[in-house]
Structures are given as structure tokens and as C-alpha cells.
T-cell receptor
Framework: AQKITQTQPGMFVQEKEAVTLDCTYDTSDPSYGLFWYKQPSSGEMIFLIYQGSYDQQNATEGRYSLNFQKARKSANLVISASQLGDSAMYFCAMGTGRRALTFGSGTRLQVQP | DSGVTQTPKHLITATGQRVTLRCSPRSGDLSVYWYQQSLDQGLQFLIQYYNGEERAKGNILERFSAQQFPDLHSELNLSSLELGDSALYFC?????????????FGQGTRLTVV
């Protein structure tokens, strides 16, 4: 069975600072993908970043980077230079093969001015 | 804009009623997934279709059913609705190929059962 654990229900960060959102996962599949999604208060799910289990380098997308530590089964999201618009729920998810994604419980990030 | 279209965006209905949620996947995507997100919770997988055929089932109630049509759009039917069915329902689609689990989400249908 696959499992995603996000241990931080809520996080605060000052504007312009960096923040790390934690995610650990568990799977017996050797091939898998790890995703981060942002869900603002309006409700839509916005894809942020993807990391494949065989990718040698950590994924980056603009201000988002994924700190992938395979041996520790962690896939933390790092947001650099936080902006007020980053305030939202953030979900870590994992997918294997053609199966649906398994989501964590989410972390609510609040960026303070 | 993810390219996945869900209608309607909002739906208010009474207990015991039946509703149909519609999803049009991105052009070229063969897989369609349905998820349910209850208040302040993560997304729970309901059901997956691939090129018209049911591929996998998650925590889908027997009162719920879905189908994917030849043009690849999908419908999720919810019947005998209960207050607890109030939630945000997402459809996602993913392309064939290497990153097959990459999912692009629609904006969701917010269902309120009163």
C-alpha cells in the first residue's frame, strides 16, 4: 500500500523568506512519481512540481524546488522568497504506474507580511 | 488553466436527490480520475477510467457510479444523496506515456447537499 505523510498541519512564514514543507512517503514500487499541488482558497488544484523516482537531480520549477531524499523516502517542497500569494493548502502526492494519486493530508501555509 | 473542464462549478441539492457531474479531459489524455475532497481533508480517490474502460476503484460508494464515453468525457453520478456527500469533487486527466501518473486537475465541482 502507498502512503503519504505530511506532518505539518499549518506553517507560518514571513514574506520573502524560504519555507520547507515536509512530505514522507511509503511504497514498495521501485518506480513512482512524487507531486506537489497548491490549493488556494478558491479550491482549484494547481500542479507545482514533479519528481520521478529515477531522476538523478532534484526538480526545480521557478521558486519551487523538491528536496528528494530517496533513502529517507522524503520529498520536501521548498518555496524560496515567499509571497503573500503563496498562502494556500499544499498537498504532496505519489503516483505509481497508471494508478491514481495518493495524497497526503496537506499543509496550510500562511505567508505574513 | 489545466485544460480539464468540469461542470457545473457549484451544485446545491437536497438529500435523496441524484446529480451528475461532468468532466472533459485535456485533449489527448486517455485517463480520467475522480476524487472527492471533504471539508479540510485530502483528496480521496474514487474511480479511474482509461480509454472508456474502468481501470481502478477507490473509496467509491455504491450510490455513486461513473462512466467514460467514446469522446473521453466522463460523468460521475451521485444518487440518494446524503448530507455527508457535500464535498469538492475533482476530475483529473493524465496523458499516456512515461509520466503517466501526472495528473491535471479541473477546477472542481462544489456539491452542497441540504
Amino acid at each position: 500500500a502507498q502512503k503519504i505523510t505530511q506532518t505539518q498541519p499549518g506553517m507560518f512564514v514571513q514574506e520573502k523568506e524560504a519555507v520547507t514543507l515536509d512530505c514522507t512517503y511509503d511504497t514498495s514500487d521501485p518506480s513512482y512519481g512524487l507531486f506537489w499541488y497548491k490549493q488556494p482558497s478558491s479550491g482549484e488544484m494547481i500542479f507545482l512540481i514533479y519528481q520521478g523516482s529515477y531522476d538523478q537531480q532534484n526538480a526545480t520549477e521557478g521558486r519551487y524546488s523538491l528536496n528528494f531524499q530517496k533513502a529517507r523516502k522524503s520529498a520536501n517542497l521548498v518555496i524560496s522568497a515567499s509571497q503573500l500569494g503563496d498562502s494556500a493548502m499544499y498537498f504532496c502526492a505519489m503516483g505509481t504506474g497508471r494508478r491514481a494519486l495518493t495524497f497526503g493530508s496537506g499543509t496550510r501555509l500562511q505567508v505574513q507580511p | 488553466d489545466s485544460g480539464v473542464t468540469q461542470t457545473p462549478k457549484h451544485l446545491i441539492t437536497a438529500t435523496g436527490q441524484r446529480v451528475t457531474l461532468r468532466c472533459s479531459p485535456r485533449s489527448g489524455d486517455l485517463s480520467v480520475y475522480w476524487y472527492q475532497q471533504s471539508l479540510d481533508q485530502g483528496l480521496q480517490f474514487l474511480i479511474q477510467y482509461y480509454n472508456g474502460e474502468e481501470r481502478a476503484k477507490g473509496n467509491i460508494l455504491e450510490r455513486f457510479s461513473a462512466q467514460q464515453f467514446p469522446d473521453l468525457h466522463s460523468e460521475l453520478n451521485l444518487s440518494s444523496l446524503e448530507l455527508g456527500d457535500s464535498a469538492l469533487y475533482f476530475c483529473a486527466s493524465s496523458p499516456p506515456g512515461f509520466r503517466e501518473t501526472e495528473a491535471f486537475f479541473g477546477q472542481g465541482t462544489r456539491l452542497t447537499v441540504v
